[in-house]
């Protein structure tokens, strides 16, 4: 499938938050084995104010949601409340959720759902409360992934 004019989101591979990018162009590829991976996705796209075109592969329970960007939202900071050290007087700042947490998975969708966003296209067998099942989230005006 190929798209243009829009924004990636996906999780990072170290921390578990979600990740947005603004693309000019964007494929991706369904179906693929990739070592014991029957259905990997490779992402391929061309980002704004660039000139290399990036590509990465996501193998297990991909979560992939691309909106048009006119719409596209800012996923939640990877930090939360900062705290004072009361010693020293040194200000640092917590981690929203830990490595990985589903929480910034379910924080993201929900996001979309309260702002009532549909995207071009989404691949949500990540998430824990409803795996392969966009249209719970997102309605049924949208491309699922095979």
Known sequence: MQFSAC???FPSSMMGNILRIDVKTLGIET?????QFRDAKRISY?????????????????????LPARVSIEP???YGDSDTDSLTGITFPRGRYASLDPRWI???TGELRRLGV??????????????RTA???????LQLAA
């Open 46 to 66: 061309l980002q704004k104010r660039k000139r290399l075109n990036r590509r990465f592969l996501l193998t297990e329970n991909p979560f992939i949601v691309v």
């Open 7 to 9: 924004t990636l989101y």
């Open 135 to 141: 249209e719970n989230y997102f309605g049924s005006a």
């Open 31 to 35: 179906g693929l084995f990739y070592a």
């Open 76 to 78: 939640a900071s990877l």
């Open 118 to 131: 549909a995207p071009l296209f989404a691949d949500l067998r990540s998430c824990a409360d409803q795996p």
């Open 106 to 108: 379910t924080d993201f």
